[in-house]
């Protein structure tokens, strides 16, 4: 008597369903693809393990037992379950659920290269149950955060330097120096300057910035600090300080000349923002789709500006 189903059973049932429904073994032959005396042995295991006669076969043609009948209803019922079941383990593997933490420098928001707004819309869009967790941190700290696993994705301005870490870079954003209308090198900005001056001048301290090609030949003095991009825009404006900012973070105020760069051409430089995971994350679904998505859609961009340049 069969007392649990297994998955030959199953197989058994879809073989008895088809020579129900062709009305004879024989008949089933071109539907099953197998010959009629392999069909007529599984029909015999089928009813060694139900315990019961299904059918009658033989000179008299084929026709159903009534145990049979019960059976093909049940069987009719068994295989709808375990389609329906099939049809949703597909559906769940094909579903990426989960939350991606993803960590940005600050700043980022105001280059029109950056895609991650997009990015998300998408995901969303294609991904209705994948969720996202997005924080703001220093460059300097973002590279730990993934080591340690706080975070699975690092926007950040450089590199990664682990071998535990993989990076790709999604664009270059250019660094300036800059000063505000206050400062007394605002008039002679941007090439009116002797090198040797930037020396003198007071420097903001800071998380974000990343080291210039500057000639210093001692570290730059500086009474400022601050751990965002928005506290270095701060000290530039009031006039007081020096610093590096993003040309994409301060060019409405470039337009609007309440900023000047100094020296743009020789002491300007381009830094990578990358994208930053743990190489263990390489069969985490929601990260690898997430960083997936997002090196596309920068490919796309660098590909548009190549061709717009050219």
């Not at 295991?45 to 037992?65: V, W």
């Not at 699975?152 to 450089?158: P, Q, R, V």
């Not at 998380?207 to 001692?218: A, D, M, N, R």
């Not at 994409?248 to 000349?257: C, E, T």
């Amino acid at each position: 008597m069969l007392t649990s189903v297994r998955n030959a059973d199953v197989n058994l049932l879809q073989v008895f369903v088809a020579v129900a429904e062709s009305g004879g073994i024989s008949a089933a032959q071109n539907r099953l693809g197998v010959a009629p005396s392999t069909i007529g042995t599984q029909i015999a295991h089928l009813e060694t393990r139900i315990g019961l006669r299904l059918c009658n076969r033989g000179r008299s043609g084929f026709s159903l037992t009534p145990e049979g009948d019960v059976v093909l209803s049940a069987a009719y019922e068994l295989l709808r379950e375990h389609d329906r079941f099939s049809r949703r383990i597909y559906k769940l593997e094909k579903e990426v659920i989960g939350r991606v933490r993803i960590s940005v420098v600050d700043g980022l928001v105001h280059d029109p290269r950056f895609r991650l707004a997009d990015c998300i819309a998408r995901l969303r869009q294609e991904y209705p149950r994948l969720q996202f967790e997005i924080q703001q941190s220093a460059h300097k700290q973002l590279e730990q955060k993934v080591v340690t696993g706080e975070i699975d994705i690092a926007i950040t301005l450089t590199p990664p330097t682990l071998p535990s870490l993989s990076g790709h870079v999604l664009f270059e954003e250019e660094e300036l120096i800059c000063c505000g209308q206050r400062h007394e090198l605002f008039l002679r900005a941007p090439e009116d300057i002797d090198d040797a001056e930037l020396e003198k001048f007071d420097w903001v301290t800071d998380e974000y910035s990343q080291p210039g090609p500057t000639p210093f030949s001692v570290p730059p003095i500086s009474t400022a600090s601050t751990s965002t991009i928005e506290g270095v825009l701060y000290y530039v404006l009031a006039g007081t300080h020096i610093a590096y900012l993003p040309r994409p973070y301060v060019q409405h105020f470039l337009d609007s000349d309440q900023i000047r760069s100094i020296l743009p051409e020789k002491y300007g430089f381009k830094i990578p923002v990358s994208l930053v995971s743990h190489k263990s994350t390489a069969h985490d679904q929601k990260t690898v789709l997430t960083r997936k998505i997002l090196i596309e859609m920068h490919n796309v961009v660098e590909n548009e500006g190549s061709l717009s340049d050219s």
